[in-house]
T-cell receptor, first 110, second 114 residues
Framework: QKEVEQNSGPLSVPEGAIASLNCTYS??????FFWYRQYSGKSPELIMS????GDKEDGRFTAQLNKASQYVSLLIRDSQPSDSATYLC??????????FGKGTRLHILP | KAGVTQTPRYLIKTRGQQVTLSCSPI?????VSWYQQTPGQGLQFLFE???????NKGNFPGRFSGRQFSNSRSEMNVSTLELGDSALYLC?????????????FGPGTRLTVT
């Protein structure tokens, strides 16, 4: 079983709609969860971190964590073409190593 | 505020050689982590250094090593290069303060092993 799983996509979303990105993880002892955005040819950029169950909002981004179900999601409201990128989910495992998923490619359709 | 710098940006080496990559973190950040990114395996954690001490290590062979200096600059070394070591090597500058967590990646070093 892969430690952090994401659908590779591409996920195509019309401009202005809500993009929903999902991630599941296997280590129940994980405590910290992160979402990164990576544009083609660029380095990853940390956009959200979440540590407790529930929702965390930052501008157009909302991270959702459900530890019982071992999933993390990222919602992007009012999607813009500039949101087109690969989104990486990462989990800080119980041995304090950050494990990344392979990412979901998001394409916002103008 | 200056960002994370990595040198060199591009490198071509042959099998069996060794390579040293450098990372200068953001001023005030004492933690540096290194990652390898390949199309097949994605982004994989190599090691983390804090105050000149290796705090954590990923599942890579002993050919991969690193160190951190008193000014927080970090180097990683790969000895006896293999074709499979061709990748983008990223370092991340990190700062934890209470519940606050900052992390910024450098631009990476693209290593090609021929």
């Amino acid at each position: 079983q892969k430690e952090v799983e994401q659908n590779s996509g591409p996920l195509s979303v019309p401009e202005g709609a809500i993009a929903s990105l999902n991630c599941t993880y296997s280590d129940r002892g994980s405590q910290s969860f992160f979402w990164y955005r990576q544009y083609s040819g660029k380095s990853p950029e940390l956009i959200m971190s979440i540590y407790s169950n529930g929702d965390k909002e930052d501008g157009r981004f909302t991270a959702q964590l459900n530890k019982a179900s071992q999933y993390v999601s990222l919602l992007i409201r009012d999607s813009q073409p500039s949101d087109s990128a690969t989104y990486l989910c990462a989990v800080n495992s119980r041995d304090d190593k950050i494990i990344f998923g392979k990412g979901t490619r998001l394409h916002i359709l103008p | 505020k200056a960002g994370v710098t990595q040198t060199p940006r591009y490198l071509i080496k042959t099998r069996g050689q060794q390579v040293t990559l450098s990372c200068s973190p953001i001023s005030g950040h004492r933690s540096v982590s290194w990652y390898q990114q390949t199309p097949g395996q994605g982004l994989q954690f190599l090691f983390e250094y804090f105050s000149e001490t290796q705090r954590n290590k990923g599942n890579f062979p002993g050919r991969f090593s690193g160190r951190q200096f008193s000014n927080s600059r970090s180097e990683m070394n790969v000895s006896t290069l293999e074709l499979g070591d061709s990748a983008l090597y990223l370092c991340a500058s990190e700062k934890r303060q209470g519940s606050s967590y900052e992390q910024y990646f450098g631009p990476g070093t693209r290593l090609t092993v021929t």
